[in-house]
């Protein structure tokens, strides 16, 4: 295990070298950019920092310590989160003693590169060490800025303390790492190879959490179908994804399972079978596609075809009838012709995807796909074929929501909609967002009727 550490000259002191570091009354605000993963991970150190006696501020004006969790997965990121460093230099200068801490992907990544552009920041770690991001502090506070960076983990980290952003809705993790090899992707650089958790420490943290009043948990690992596999459990070195969702899924008191992301090239019919066996797994699939053309499929290092995609697909289906499916796809990936944008468009149009999240091609510096540049697709070209893809989809998740109008649904009470306090955010066990008038208990399960659809929504009544 390797790791970057840094420390400056002493320059100040807040308390006698020894001390037990505590915080009490102190306020801290993070601002997170990224996947789910990233979510969770910053519910981690709301918690951590909460054990340490601070409490969440309103604003990040008024917070004692600013933690920002950055990734960079696509090109976008990187520019947002320079673009903050800037405001965290005007924090840091309207205020005396503000701890200011970059983290997350960037931050593994682009250790170097964040110490010389933001010098004012006083914490720089990694995705490896969240555990010791008070200790971090501590450092910094006695003797200046620091940068940890731990570049390979061997086992999980212990489970830490979680300050959740809901009462009823967990993150679980499951797995970190990826050993998969995506051209397009930095995520194995920056989270390492796939290190499964033990079931029965997954099995224990739900249980605790339903104590808590959690009823719907969501499994996360960068590729959930392959968990296990390195755990050699009987001696036998293969996914037991299936046999997680059963155990989980039979916990007393859970009511919802579901999980992100899977692997179009891992999935297997297990998988399907304990989805579609467990009352309480939900009906939803992430698949994520990137490309309908083969050629650019495997330029990606994506390991199917459009056919075995399709076919999986069909399997899943084929098992559960009522599956609402979600995709992720890559316009504009280096060498893609017209023609290979075509075979998405007759993908998408076969796949009837329920909803697809849709990126525009984005080199990542550490990637194969950036080393690619005689064959990037010009800007104009890529965002053109965005467009014709986004119309696609448009029409196909309002055709699929538009049948569900007149039927009965449970759904989940997230909360009051941001738009209109009126109106209650709900999810069906399909994830579909269901807008009902009204005011109810967030966490609250209920059955509603849908009477209309948009594209990206339902709306409903209480039934």
């Not at 990233?38 to 054990?51: K, P, T, Y």
């Not at 971090?136 to 959740?164: C, Y």
């Not at 420490?201 to 948990?217: A, K, M």
């Not at 290092?301 to 459009?306: A, K, N, P, Q, V």
Request: aromatic share 6%.
């Amino acid at each position: 295990m390797s790791q970057i550490v840094e420390l400056a000259p002493p320059t100040r002191r807040t308390r006698p070298i020894g001390r037990i570091p505590t915080r009490v009354g102190r306020s801290y605000f993070l601002r997170t950019f990224g996947c789910q993963m990233n979510e969770h991970d910053s519910e981690r150190v709301a918690g951590l920092f909460e054990a340490d006696g601070m409490v969440r501020a309103s604003s990040i004006d008024s917070a004692d310590v600013v933690f920002v969790n950055t990734c960079t997965i696509r090109e976008n990121a990187d520019n947002r989160l320079y673009g903050n460093l800037g405001q965290l230099k005007t924090l840091k200068d309207e205020q005396a003693g503000r701890l200011l801490i970059v983290g997350g992907c960037a931050a593994q990544k682009d250790r170097e590169l964040v110490r010389e552009r933001a010098p004012w920041v006083d914490v720089v770690i990694g995705t490896h060490n969240l555990h010791r991001v008070v200790e971090l502090m501590d450092q910094a506070e006695e003797w200046g800025p620091v940068t940890e960076i731990v570049d390979a983990l061997q086992t999980m980290p212990s489970e830490l303390p979680v300050r959740r952003e809901s009462p009823f809705s967990a993150w679980v993790t499951i797995q970190i790492g990826c050993n998969n090899t995506c051209t397009f992707c930095i995520v194995p650089a920056v989270r390492g190879r796939e290190i499964s958790r033990r079931p029965g420490d997954i099995i224990h943290e739900i249980e605790q959490l339903v104590t808590e009043g959690v009823i719907e948990v969501t499994l996360l690992g960068q590729n959930v179908d392959t968990y296990g596999r390195d755990l050699a459990i009987d001696g036998r070195r293969r996914p037991i994804f299936g046999q997680l969702l059963a155990r989980v899924g039979g916990i007393e008191g859970i009511r919802r399972v579901r999980f992100t992301s899977p692997h179009p090239n891992d999935f297997r019919r297990d998988v399907a079978e304990a989805m579609a066996e467990t009352e309480t797994v939900c009906e939803q699939l992430h698949f994520p596609l990137q490309s309908g053309s083969n050629r650019i499929l495997a330029a990606m290092h994506r390991g199917y075809t459009t056919q075995k995609f399709l076919a999986r697909l069909e399997m899943a289906r084929e098992v559960m009838p009522d599956l609402t499916v979600s995709t992720d796809i890559i316009v504009g990936f280096p060498g893609e012709t017209e023609a290979d944008f075509q075979s998405t468009l007759d993908v998408v149009e076969e796949a009837l995807f329920d909803q697809a999240f849709m990126f525009l091609f984005s080199p990542r510096p550490g990637t194969r796909a950036a080393d690619m540049a005689d064959r990037f697709v010009p800007e104009p070209v890529a965002k053109e074929r965005f467009g014709r893809l986004l119309e696609l989809q448009t029409r196909i998740g309002s055709d699929l929501n538009k049948q569900h109008i007149g039927e009965r649904m449970e759904v989940l009470v997230e909360g009051p909609s941001k738009r209109d306090p009126a109106v209650a955010s709900t999810r069906n066990r399909g994830n579909k967002l269901v807008h009902v008038p009204g005011t109810f208990r967030p966490g609250n399960l209920m059955e509603v009727k849908i009477e209309r659809a948009g594209a990206h929504y339902l709306v409903g009544v209480p039934a």
